[in-house]
């Protein structure tokens, strides 16, 4: 499985972005997926988690209300739609894949990104 993701960028406070993350390889609608991130000297964390049909999603708490992840099975493609950025919003965004992963921890997700770099300047 490869995952590539787009739409990383620089905006200011109060912006929005929208992420993608294109898959490649087999049953991609079988793929529990999300959005990690991890910003300098700071540990990765948890954006937003989905399961495979797009039924069950999980957000942690700086992200509930202002960032959306959605996914589209037949394109292959993972969202995540960021509304309302904050300066410390500012991180490198991975997505994230695995066969099942419901948890918070890194280290369940097999699959990763290179990342895309996320600015928000005040």
């Known amino acids: 499985v490869q995952l590539v993701e787009s739409g990383g960028g620089s905006v200011q406070a109060g912006g929005s972005l929208r992420l993608s993350c294109t898959a490649s390889?087999?049953?991609?609608?079988?793929?529990?997926m999300g959005w990690f991130r991890q910003a300098p000297g700071k540990e990765r964390e948890l954006v937003a988690r989905?399961?495979?049909?797009?039924?069950?999603?999980h957000y942690e708490n700086f992200a509930e209300g202002r960032f959306t992840i959605s996914r589209d099975n037949a394109k292959n493609t993972l969202y995540l739609q960021m509304d309302s950025l904050r300066p410390e919003d500012t991180s490198v965004y991975y997505c994230?894949?695995?066969?099942?992963?419901?948890?918070?921890?890194?280290?369940?997700?097999?699959?990763w990104g290179q990342g895309t770099q996320v600015t928000v300047s005040s």
């Open positions: 989905i399961n495979w049909s797009g039924s069950n999603t």
């Open positions: 994230v894949a695995d066969s099942y992963a419901t948890s918070s921890d890194w280290r369940d997700y097999t699959y």
């Open positions: 390889g087999p049953r991609f609608s079988n793929w529990f």
